[in-house]
């Protein structure tokens, strides 16, 4: 699986995005403070097919709040949010 520089893809800017199965996306937003992973995870998951699963990896410790709390407020589902090592996996899928 190759990753794919969200410069333009799905309306990212900077952060990266692979796909890792059917339907199954990656967001890794790792170094990047708020808001930037919650504004690159709002702006993947609108792009994303209804049931699809992204799952993001965030550093920064007010993210992995932020973020599924934005996700949530949108009517999508947090599956998982995980801590791993140094830093957290946020899953999730869209409405």
């Known amino acids: ?14 952060g990266m995005v692979r796909r890792i199965g059917d339907n199954k996306y990656l967001l890794d937003a790792r170094g990047y403070a708020c808001p930037y992973p ?3 995870t709002l702006k993947v998951i ?3 097919k209804s049931g699809s699963i992204m799952e993001v990896l965030v550093d920064n410790p007010a993210s992995c709040d932020n973020v599924p709390a ?3 407020k949108l009517g999508h589902e947090v599956l998982e949010v995980r801590q ?3 830093y957290w996996r946020i899953v999730v899928r869209k409405r």
Do not use: D, H, P, S
């Open 84 to 86: 791993e090592g140094g």
């Open 38 to 40: 919650q504004v690159f």
């Open 46 to 48: 609108k792009e994303l």
């Open 1 to 14: 699986m190759t990753w794919v520089i969200a410069v333009g893809f799905m309306g990212t800017e900077n």
């Open 70 to 72: 934005a996700v949530r």
